[in-house]
């Protein structure tokens, strides 16, 4: 899997993971959208973890600037 994630791209993300993460804590979602949610943020943190996208990869999409 090559790299298509930016910095700027995978601190968005975190951003959106923890703004998830403290609605999830004061219960402000129904069980249904909560587990939407939940898998949502799953995927962002694997994303973020290991740098590649695969809907960017999909779509020919990179943010990342090689060094």
């Not at 298509?4 to 069980?31: H, M, T, Y």
């Amino acid at each position: 899997m090559k790299r298509n994630i930016s910095k700027l791209d995978k601190n968005i993300r975190l951003i959106v993971l923890a703004l998830i993460a403290i609605l999830g804590l004061f219960n402000e979602f129904s069980l249904s959208v909560a587990s939407v949610l939940g898998a949502l943020s799953i995927l962002l943190l694997v994303t973020v973890l290991i740098g590649f996208s695969p809907i960017y990869a999909l779509l020919g999409i990179s943010t990342y600037k090689g060094k």
